[in-house]
């Protein structure tokens, strides 16, 4: 059992939508600005609609805890991002990590993205959903030698090699299948974004990315390798990233390096992989101005005449996703209120694991008091909960709620611990709504354990 109880006075820095806004509800133009980012309305009855669906008939359909995703917003968010970038040479690369579910996939493929993956699983994943092979890039820093050989075989866009030991497989793989393989490096470019420790990838001294100063040997040898060719150059910064000079600061580093491995004789590369990171609004916190985005590196880029390659997750997906819960019982103890919903930590673990903030809005408005409640989960650990001394109308056992901005980093780090089975996820869209993935049935869950192995 653990005890985790964040500070909830004053705010927190912006990292990961991590802020606690301490006691109060949010404001009209906040709750409108995360309305508006997930196609949310409620209606003068005081019903929530998401991409015009009755969420309460969601709920009454697929049951609670689910996932309901509005293609709509993703679509949204996926044009604003592409007029952003203008005639800047780009693809955008769906980081599958955020959100795997097929039918999600699905509306990124047809709007023209490719994916961006980092397990062999989510290859396959991608594959499934219709994503050219082409179209797929592969990241990570710990790719098993079984996984480096499925990209191979698959003939991935490009492998995005994270150490020079992985680049060594690479090219041995490689030359047993006796396949050509196009290369990105991943740099860590060593610059610091504002964002949550755990979820800084691009600074020096952490897990990610090939240092600077290892760079020119890999070119090297991949120059002298005949299965390899080195296509691109990529970074990925970190995650909730809202300001947009990190991006400035790693593009520079880019395109210095280009710029020496023309030098030294690499005339391969065709892509410039400036990774994802870019944040959503989670609360109070600002939203990524994607103009100024744009400004800072639409300018450094072109320059360098390659395809601009980007690879975002959470921007895409993460304000589409709402999480229904229902409202199961009410409690006091210690002289405070708890709200205990069918939802926690296995469904949406971002508070718990990053003190993230996540809006917690009601199906049916009434217009009742609000009070200061913590929202907790029924799992068996005191880190379970979604709010902390928040405020919300009063909600009564029974009633359900949505909560906002579980569209990314939600049903894909959901978990079976206390054997709960993995809630329903739904896809909304043109008005109606459909399941794009059944919730679990406990039996699942144990049905390949062997209760006498040894027999
Ligand atoms: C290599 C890489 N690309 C893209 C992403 C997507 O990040 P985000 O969802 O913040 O855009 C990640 C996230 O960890 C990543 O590691």
């Known amino acids: 059992m653990h005890v985790v109880r964040p500070p909830v006075d004053g705010r927190g820095a912006v990292g990961e939508g991590v802020l606690m806004p301490g006691p109060g509800a949010l404001s009209p133009a906040t709750e409108a600005a995360l309305f508006a980012d997930a196609g949310l309305a409620r209606g003068a009855d005081g019903v929530l609609r998401l991409g015009g669906v009755a969420l309460a008939e969601v709920a009454d359909a697929v049951g609670t805890p689910a996932f309901a995703y509005n293609a709509d917003a993703i679509r949204a968010r996926y044009r604003a991002l592409a007029g952003a970038l203008g005639d800047l040479p780009h693809r ?46 592969f990241s990570g820093v710990g790719k098993t030698a079984d996984e480096l050989r499925a990209a191979v075989r698959a003939g991935l866009g490009h492998v995005n090699v994270e150490s020079t030991a992985e680049l060594e497989r690479l090219a041995e793989i490689a030359e047993d299948e006796r396949r050509d393989v196009s290369v990105g490096i991943r740099v860590n470019p060593d610059v610091t974004t504002d964002t949550h420790p755990y979820i800084s990838t691009g600074k020096s001294g952490i897990k990610f990315g090939v240092p600077t100063d290892q760079v020119l040997p890999a070119a090297a040898f991949i120059r002298r390798h005949p299965r390899l060719a080195l296509t691109a150059v990529a970074m990925h910064l970190g995650s909730q990233i809202l300001d947009p000079a990190p991006y400035g600061e790693g593009i520079e580093r880019l395109r210095e390096l280009v710029e020496r491995l023309r030098a030294d004789g690499t005339d391969t590369i065709r892509a410039v992989d400036i990774g994802g990171g870019l944040g959503i609004r989670y609360a109070e916190e600002p939203a990524l101005d994607l103009e100024a985005y744009a400004r800072t590196v639409v300018p450094r880029l072109r320059p360098l005449g390659l395809t601009v390659y980007l690879e975002p997750g959470r921007f895409l997906v993460g304000s589409a996703g709402v999480l229904l819960a229902t409202v199961l019982y009410r409690k006091h103890s210690g002289g405070k209120g708890f709200v205990v919903l069918d939802a926690g930590m296995n469904e949406l673990v971002r508070p718990s694991r990053y003190q993230a903030y996540h809006a917690i809005v009601e199906l049916a408005a009434r217009g009742r008091p609000a009070e200061t409640v913590d929202v907790v989960g029924p799992v068996c650990e005191t880190g379970d909960f979604l709010a902390l001394d928040r405020t919300l109308p009063t909600v009564e056992a029974g009633e359900r709620v949505a909560v906002l901005g579980a569209g990314a980093y939600g049903f894909v780090m959901s978990s079976n611990y206390n054997t709960r089975p993995l809630p329903a996820e739904v896809l909304v869209d043109g008005g109606r709504f459909a399941l794009a993935r059944p919730r679990q049935v406990a039996e699942q869950l144990f049905r390949d354990e062997n209760p006498t192995p040894f027999d």
């Open 92 to 137: 955008i690369h769906f980081a599958v990590k955020a959100n795997s579910n097929l039918a999600v996939l699905r509306v990124l493929r047809d709007l023209g993205a490719g994916a961006d993956i980092v397990s062999e699983g989510e290859m396959r994943r991608a594959l499934a959903a219709g994503f050219a092979a082409e179209a797929i890039v």
